[in-house]
């Protein structure tokens, strides 16, 4: 199994401009999660989904927006880049049942400059 | 959610054991206490969870106290690849997406 798939890797983009993080996982999990982490500091959530067609905000959603059509898919699309978007972008997935473990994928290293 | 502190750093000897507490004296009675680590800014790996026994696999082993407002995770024999950031979460089940509240860790350095 791939697991959780994050694409590009590492982005550079210029202020204002728009991108969509992808994330794929193929363990059909319900619950997926969009996480930033800043330098030195904690992961922080964006936007989860506990299954296809619902999302809802996390800590910090403001410059983000998520669909989740699909189990498989959770996109996550960053509109009017800023500088303080520049952050790793971990997406992650959760089974069915309280307590299974989380699965992360490796990261997008985004820049915006 | 209930909060959990953790000192920010922590060093150990290659072969030792490294204990890591953990501190979440406001944990309800149903909130299971989960620990990830993070190697050299990787995704985050799951480790152990448990709610009030000690749990143990082939990783790590999870101390509970009884009245469990702390636990210690620890890893019989630390090698230089345990080298990561420890993060203890509290989750709360299927309650607002079993989402998991990360805070600052502990940063454990393994040294040859």
């Known amino acids: 199994n791939a697991g959780v798939t994050q694409t590009p890797k590492f982005r550079i983009l210029k202020i204002g401009q728009s991108m969509t993080l992808q994330c794929t996982q193929d363990?059909?999990?319900?619950?997926m999660y969009w996480y930033r982490q800043d330098p030195g500091m904690g992961l922080k959530l964006i936007y989860y989904s506990v299954g296809a067609g619902i999302t809802d905000k996390g800590e910090v959603p403001n410059g983000y927006n998520v669909s989740r059509s699909t189990t498989e898919d959770f996109p996550l699309r960053l509109e009017l880049a800023a500088p303080s978007q520049t952050s790793v972008y971990f997406c992650?997935?959760?089974?069915?049942?309280?307590?299974?473990?989380?699965?992360f994928g490796q990261g997008t290293r985004l820049t915006v400059v | 959610d209930a909060k959990t502190t953790q000192p920010p750093s922590m060093d150990c000897a290659e072969g030792r054991a490294a204990n890591l507490p953990c501190n979440h004296s406001t944990i309800s009675g149903n909130e299971y206490v989960y620990w990830y680590r993070q190697i050299h800014s990787q995704g985050p790996q799951y480790i152990i969870h448990g709610l009030k026994n000690n749990e143990t696999n082939e990783m790590a082993s999870l101390i509970i106290t009884e009245d469990r407002k702390s636990s210690t995770l620890i890893l019989p024999h630390a090698t230089l690849r345990d080298t990561a950031v420890y993060y203890c979460i509290l989750l709360l089940g299927e309650t607002s997406g079993s989402r998991l509240t990360f805070g600052e860790g502990t940063q454990l350095t393994v040294n040859p």
């Open positions: 992650a997935s959760k089974g069915q049942g309280a307590y299974t473990e989380a699965f």
């Open positions: 363990m059909n999990h319900n619950y």
